[in-house]
């Protein structure tokens, strides 16, 4: 069972490009989740969806996007990419949302 | 804002030796989880306590939960090498539509001497 996977594994990106992080789980949790870890701050709630077709705002939603069109896919967009935007995004998933979360392995996402 | 806090920031200790870490938290909560890190992967869920519950075991690892202090401590005992990693608090935060998933704290990084 793959359970959780991100892509890519790490990535460089110029100022101003955009992208997009893919995140894929094969257990049919119904909430899946974005955080973005860094050095000292833990990890923040970028965004959240409880269910396919439905999105939430995490802490730290500016200048990211998601979306939710199905159960298996929550892909996580920088619609124009800043340097504070550097860190690792894990995307979680769990059966109910505040239940416990599997973490896929995350992207290291540099911005310069 | 961060909900859950641990303590302390970073804890060393030899094999064998029990390690304790706390975390605090400031609104009421549902439940808690316990989560592991191991230096750049994803986090591993540990256990998770109801907040009906006091006291919850697996394994080696021992939680508690005292809701009137709003805190919680988990205990690894007999030591592992391979217990060295981070170690994070998650807690359950309910807005006025709804669950909002899990905060989580900013970790204890907890080293062990072999």
């Known amino acids: 069972t793959a359970g959780i996977t991100q892509a890519p594994t790490s990535q460089i990106l110029a100022a101003g490009r955009s992208m997009t992080l893919r995140c894929t789980q094969d257990?049919?949790?119904?909430?899946m989740y974005w955080y973005r870890q860094d050095l000292g701050l833990g990890l923040r709630l970028i965004h959240y969806?409880?269910?396919?077709?439905?999105?939430g705002k995490g802490e730290v939603p500016d200048g990211y996007s998601v979306s939710r069109a199905n159960t298996d896919d929550f892909p996580l967009t920088l619609a124009s990419a800043v340097p504070s935007q550097t860190s690792v995004y894990f995307c979680?998933?769990?059966?109910?949302?505040?239940?416990?979360?599997?973490f896929g392995p995350g992207t290291r996402l540099t911005v310069l | 804002s961060q909900q859950g806090e641990e303590d302390p920031q970073a804890l060393s200790i030899q094999e064998g030796e029990n390690a304790t870490m706390n975390c605090s938290y400031k609104t009421s909560i549902n439940n808690l989880q316990w989560y592991r890190q191991n230096s750049g992967r994803g986090l591993v869920h540990l256990i998770l306590?109801?907040?009906?519950?006091r006291e919850k075991h697996s394994g080696r690892l021992r939680v508690t939960l005292d809701t009137s202090k709003k805190s919680s401590s988990l205990l690894i005992t007999a030591s592992r090498a391979a217990d060295t990693a981070s170690y994070f608090c998650?807690?359950?935060?309910?807005?006025?539509?709804?669950?909002?998933?899990?905060?989580f704290g900013k970790g204890t990084h907890l080293i062990i001497q072999p």
């Open positions: 979680a998933s769990s059966v109910l949302l505040a239940g416990e979360q599997f």
């Open positions: 257990m049919r949790h119904n909430a």
């Open positions: 969806s409880n269910t396919a077709g439905t999105t």
């Open positions: 998650a807690t359950d935060q309910y807005s006025g539509g709804g669950a909002d998933g899990l905060t």
């Open positions: 306590i109801r907040s009906n519950e």
